[in-house]
C-alpha cells in the first residue's frame, strides 16, 4: 500500500520561507488529487491547499494564498509546497495526504514547522 513520507519542516523565523516535500512509494499517486493540511496545537485539521491529478488545478485557503504554493512531480511520485512569507500562526505540524481514489485518506506522518523569532 502506499506510504507518504513528509519532509523539509523546521524552526524559521517569521518572513522566511521553507520548502516541504512529500514522496510516495508502495503505489503511486500521480493519478490522484493531493492536499496538504496542517493542524495546530488546540486546533482542527485545516487544508491549506490542494493539486488535482495532473496539477494544473489548484486551490488555496485564504490564510496561505499568495504565500504558499503547491506544486508536483509526477516522475518523482511527489508532492511539494512552497511557503513563504511565513508568520507565526502558520506554526503546525504539516501533512500531505491522498485526496481522491481508492488511496484517498491516506496520509503521512507529518512534518513540524515552527514560525518563531
Known amino acids: 500500500h502506499v506510504q507518504l513520507v513528509e519532509s523539509g519542516g523546521g524552526l524559521v523565523q517569521p518572513g522566511g520561507s521553507l520548502r516541504l516535500s512529500c514522496t510516495a512509494s508502495?503505489?503511486?499517486?500521480?493519478?490522484?488529487?493531493m492536499a496538504w493540511f496542517r493542524q495546530a496545537p488546540g486546533k482542527g485539521r485545516e487544508v491549506v491547499a490542494s493539486?488535482?491529478?495532473?496539477?494544473?488545478?489548484?486551490w488555496y485557503s485564504d490564510s496561505v494564498q499568495g504565500r504558499f504554493t503547491i506544486s508536483r512531480d509526477t516522475g518523482k511520485n511527489s508532492l511539494y509546497r512552497q511557503m513563504n512569507s511565513l508568520k507565526v500562526e502558520d506554526t503546525a505540524v504539516y501533512y500531505c495526504?491522498?485526496?481522491?481514489?481508492?488511496?484517498?485518506?491516506?496520509r503521512g506522518q507529518g512534518t513540524q514547522v515552527t514560525v518563531s523569532s
Open positions: 508502495g503505489d503511486s499517486i500521480v493519478r490522484n488529487c
Open positions: 493539486a488535482s491529478a495532473g496539477g494544473s488545478s489548484t
Open positions: 495526504s491522498v485526496e481522491t481514489g481508492l488511496i484517498r485518506g491516506r
